[in-house]
């Protein structure tokens, strides 16, 4: 390090603290573009199939389709209405809200916040209502891209929450929210401020339990919702719970609404992810809007994305027509992957309703000791005489096991999403993605099936 002028700056790549600190997380994306970059498509067979990453392929060719009779305008080169979505996305996702989340109180287009991703809605949130090393709340497993949503830019802190044992504590239930206020007490001893929870569960109940617990706290709940239409039901999980909204949930006696927002996107309702557009829904809160317009120039939506998505959801008979059958090929993608696992005497999170993937434990398969804590636990498992106790000597065992296993599927072009990426508690776990045409789904598990028979432990 050296000081020039009186400022700081790294001697051999001269960047400020702040981008510094981000390095390692560059070096992180570089890993998942290895398999971005080399797909598979019938013009390149050996590249590699993503069973791991949350996108769903199952409409792609529908709507390019769709999307090729809407013409560009002249308006769409300009810098349109402003940096906040344009007045008809904004009217068209009111709509949408209001026919398909049963809100207790209308949403109004004012009360929202269009943003180039849910990812960039995320970060204006944390840069608005959160302080440098403040922190967010949220249960694992996790979605990995909370990390750099909250801490690439506005430097606040990941906070996960450990539920302990999913056999004991359901970490989709009300009880978690024992687990939150326990983990809460820890961090307001250590003199971390925590400014939220992101929460990710659906049923009223659960709801109704985390937002007094943020009201206690004074805390913002911001409710992630973008599988909301992504539901689906099956012979195996027809009694699962629906999808249930924030907007929903009649606030009065249960928290001060100002600290209750929504975020969603067209990534994964609607099957588009490289379109880069999101929304934050706030109804209550007026000064948080005005801050976040401020900074909303940085996170802009391109006119002619903004463009397609509203002719989209104006067209309300394809919106019904694709909801509907989404939700049916979705449904028998899970089947299918439910039943491979099944084959195979894999155990996975039962009574998936919603989403595009399973949450499998390979860790008999792959020979990891099943009470084996996953990395992050591993410091908080060393015994006073500084030896590493048992089940931590199995933590590392398994971590060498899941690289060596990560390893060998990309080897056979085939990726599945490592526990590990998603704060697991546990070796072993793996995101499994099913939402994908049949041929491609069932390649991608021969790959896999390929490795798991060649399998041989270290």
Same mark, same amino acid.
């Given at each position: 390090?050296?000081?020039?002028?009186?400022?700081?700056?790294?001697?051999?790549?001269?960047?400020?603290?702040?981008?510094?600190?981000?390095?390692?997380?560059? !070096?992180?994306?570089?890993?998942?573009?290895?398999?971005?970059?080399?797909?598979? *498509?019938?013009?390149?067979?050996?590249?590699?199939?993503?069973?791991?990453?949350?996108?769903?392929?199952?409409?792609?060719?529908?709507?390019?389709?769709?999307?090729? $009779?809407?013409?560009?305008?002249?308006? &769409?080169?300009?810098?349109?209405?402003?940096?906040?979505?344009?007045?008809?996305?904004?009217?068209?996702?009111?709509?949408?809200?209001?026919? &398909?989340?049963?809100?207790?109180?209308?949403?109004?287009?004012?009360?929202?916040?269009?943003?180039?991703?849910?990812?960039?809605?995320?970060?204006?949130?944390?840069?608005?209502?959160?302080?440098?090393?403040?922190?967010?709340?949220?249960?694992?497993?996790?979605?990995?891209?909370? &990390?750099?949503?909250?801490?690439?830019?506005?430097?606040?802190?990941?906070?996960?929450?450990?539920?302990?044992?999913?056999?004991?504590?359901?970490?989709?239930?009300?009880?978690?929210?024992?687990?939150?206020?326990?983990?809460?007490?820890?961090?307001?001893?250590?003199?971390?401020?925590?400014?939220?929870?992101?929460?990710?569960?659906?049923?009223?109940?659960?709801? !109704?339990?985390?937002?007094?617990?943020?009201?206690?706290?004074?805390?913002?709940?911001?409710?992630?919702?973008?599988?909301?239409?992504?539901?689906?039901?099956?012979?195996?999980?027809?009694?699962?719970?629906?999808?249930?909204?924030?907007?929903?949930?009649?606030?009065?006696?249960?928290?001060?609404? *100002?600290?209750? &927002?929504?975020?969603?996107?067209?990534? !994964?309702?609607?099957?588009?992810?490289?379109?880069?557009?999101?929304?934050?829904?706030?109804?209550?809160?007026?000064?948080?809007?005005?801050?976040? !317009?401020?900074?909303?120039?940085?996170?802009?939506?391109?006119?002619?994305?903004?463009?397609?998505?509203?002719?989209?959801?104006?067209? $309300?008979?394809?919106?019904?027509?694709?909801?509907? %059958?989404?939700?049916?090929?979705?449904? %028998?993608?899970?089947?299918?992957?439910?039943?491979?696992?099944?084959?195979?005497?894999?155990?996975?999170?039962?009574?998936?309703?919603?989403?595009?993937?399973?949450?499998?434990?390979?860790?008999?398969?792959?020979?990891?000791?099943?009470?084996?804590?996953?990395? %992050?636990?591993?410091?908080?498992?060393?015994?006073?005489?500084?030896?590493?106790?048992?089940?931590?000597?199995?933590?590392?065992?398994?971590?060498?096991?899941?690289?060596?296993?990560?390893?060998?599927?990309?080897?056979?072009?085939?990726?599945?999403?490592?526990?590990?990426?998603?704060?697991?508690?546990?070796?072993?776990?793996?995101?499994? *993605?099913?939402?994908?045409?049949?041929?491609?789904?069932?390649?991608?598990?021969?790959?896999?099936?390929?490795?798991?028979?060649?399998? $041989?432990?270290?």
């Amino acid at each position: 390090m050296s000081s020039v002028n009186g400022s700081t700056t790294n001697a051999g790549s001269n960047l400020s603290i702040r981008g510094e600190a981000n390095v390692e997380a560059g !070096k992180k994306w570089e890993a998942l573009v290895q398999v971005l970059g080399n797909v598979y *498509t019938e013009s390149n067979p050996n590249g590699i199939i993503s069973l791991g990453v949350a996108e769903n392929s199952l409409f792609h060719t529908k709507l390019a389709e769709y999307f090729s $009779k809407v013409p560009i305008q002249p308006a &769409h080169f300009t810098y349109g209405s402003g940096p906040w979505g344009s007045p008809a996305l904004r009217s068209a996702l009111a709509n949408l809200f209001n026919d &398909h989340f049963k809100p207790f109180r209308s949403v109004e287009p004012a009360q929202m916040i269009v943003a180039s991703g849910v990812s960039a809605v995320i970060d204006l949130i944390a840069f608005a209502t959160a302080d440098s090393n403040d922190g967010f709340l949220i249960g694992r497993p996790l979605y990995t891209g909370f &990390h750099a949503d909250l801490d690439a830019r506005s430097k606040v802190k990941l906070l996960p929450v450990s539920c302990g044992d999913e056999r004991v504590v359901d970490p989709m239930g009300e009880g978690m929210v024992e687990c939150f206020e326990a983990e809460f007490e820890r961090l307001d001893e250590k003199g971390v401020n925590v400014r939220g929870v992101i929460f990710c569960k659906k049923s009223a109940a659960t709801i !109704k339990a985390y937002l007094r617990f943020c009201q206690k706290h004074q805390i913002h709940f911001i409710s992630d919702e973008v599988y909301a239409l992504s539901t689906f039901s099956t012979p195996t999980n027809a009694t699962s719970q629906p999808f249930v909204s924030v907007l929903s949930i009649d606030l009065q006696g249960l928290i001060d609404p *100002t600290l209750v &927002h929504l975020v969603y996107g067209m990534s !994964k309702d609607f099957s588009s992810n490289g379109f880069r557009v999101g929304v934050l829904v706030s109804q209550y809160n007026v000064d948080l809007m005005r801050s976040i !317009k401020s900074v909303a120039v940085f996170n802009w939506c391109s006119s002619t994305v903004d463009n397609l998505w509203t002719t989209l959801l104006e067209d $309300k008979s394809f919106v019904q027509y694709y909801v509907s %059958e989404n939700q049916k090929r979705l449904g %028998e993608g899970y089947a299918r992957v439910i039943s491979w696992l099944d084959q195979r005497g894999i155990e996975y999170a039962r009574g998936g309703n919603a989403g595009f993937f399973i949450w499998a434990d390979f860790s008999r398969i792959l020979g990891i000791d099943r009470e084996a804590s996953s990395e %992050e636990m591993i410091e908080n498992l060393t015994l006073e005489n500084g030896e590493i106790s048992q089940i931590a000597r199995a933590t590392k065992k398994g971590n060498q096991l899941d690289a060596q296993f990560q390893e060998q599927l990309i080897r056979e072009g085939v990726y599945i999403a490592s526990g590990n990426s998603f704060f697991a508690e546990r070796n072993g776990w793996y995101r499994l *993605t099913f939402s994908m045409p049949s041929n491609l789904l069932e390649t991608g598990l021969q790959r896999v099936d390929t490795v798991l028979k060649a399998w $041989k432990m270290p």
